[in-house]
Each structure stands twice: as C-alpha cells, then as structure tokens.
C-alpha cells in the first residue's frame, strides 16, 4: 500500500466520519424542533381551552360591561388567528411577539373582568371564574415547558454544527411565550 492509497483512505474515512457526525447533529436538532413544536401544541390545546371558558362566562356577564366583553371577545380572535399560524410555525418571532402583546392585553383586560365578576353571585359565573382560573395556571404551566424547550434549543443551536444546520432547515433562533 502506498502513501498516496494511506491519504485517500484517510480523506475518505474522515468524510464519512464528518458526514455521520453532522447526521447525528442533524438528527439532534430534528427531535429539539419536534419538541418545542409539541410543547407549543400542548399551549395551543390550553389557549383554546381557556379561550372557550372565557368566551361562556362572557355570555353570562351583565350588560354595563358589553364594551368589556367586545373587547375581550376581539382580543380572542385575534389570539385565535395568530395561534392558527403560529401552529404550522412556532418559530417564527414575529408572531410570538405578536402574540405575547396580544397576551398582555387579554390579561389586563380579564384583572378589570375579575374585579366586576368577584362581586357577582351567580353560581355558575363563580365555577366558570374558578375554572378559568384553573385553565390560566394551566396554560402557564405548558407556556414554560414550551419556553425551557425553546431555551435548550437556542443554546443547542448555538454551537457547530447544529447552528448550520438550525440555519439551513429550521430557524436559528425562537422567541420564548411571554408568561403571566
């Protein structure tokens, strides 16, 4: 065996070694991508949840708070539409930053709904109250599983190669869901 066999040996066995260390980076990355996005999907599922519950006890609110409850019920529709395009892309920062001021939003809107429904004292306006509630914390719960997904994938995509090819097939950097 010559010298220039040992070399071309060598190039090659250090190409595949390079090829199978970048498809096991690739793969790496393919499984952090499919997390967050089910993580984002769990948050999806208590949105809808919350936002149905929301939606009953606003049908059963007074009439002096009607500009309260368009409002509100707006600002739902909003959250539904950029959630509807977050779903095939939750990488995308414009939305999510989109969506946390839309969140800010809904949530001042619901402390002045809290404050006019505690003194109500309607039965069924007291269980869908603690029942949003309960659905809030929820939500908040899958907000942070999706935002520690979202943060081991920024730090993971950070380094070589997963950061050439978090470039070349998916997003290089998340936006993380604003929490309450």
Known sequence: ???????????????CLGGMYFLVAFQQVKTMVRYYRDCF?????????????????LERT?????????SILNTIKQ?????KKLLKRPEKMALNYKLNSLEKDLELKLKTL????????????????????KFQ????????????????YNKHVGRFPSNIIAKLF?????????TH
């Open 1 to 15: 065996m010559g010298l220039s066999t040992i070399i071309i040996v060598f190039i090659l066995g250090s190409f």
């Open 79 to 83: 959250i539904s539409k950029v959630e």
């Open 137 to 152: 914390h929820k939500l908040i719960g899958a907000q942070n599983n999706f935002n520690e997904a979202v943060s081991y």
């Open 170 to 178: 998916y997003a290089s950097n998340v936006a993380k869901l604003r």
């Open 114 to 133: 809290y404050k006019e429904l505690d003194t109500n004292e309607d039965i069924q306006t007291k269980r869908a109250l603690k029942s949003l509630k």
């Open 41 to 57: 999907f769990q948050v999806d599922v208590q949105f809808k949840k919350r936002n149905e519950i929301l939606v009953s006890l």
């Open 62 to 70: 007074f009439e002096h708070e009607a500009e309260l409850k368009k």
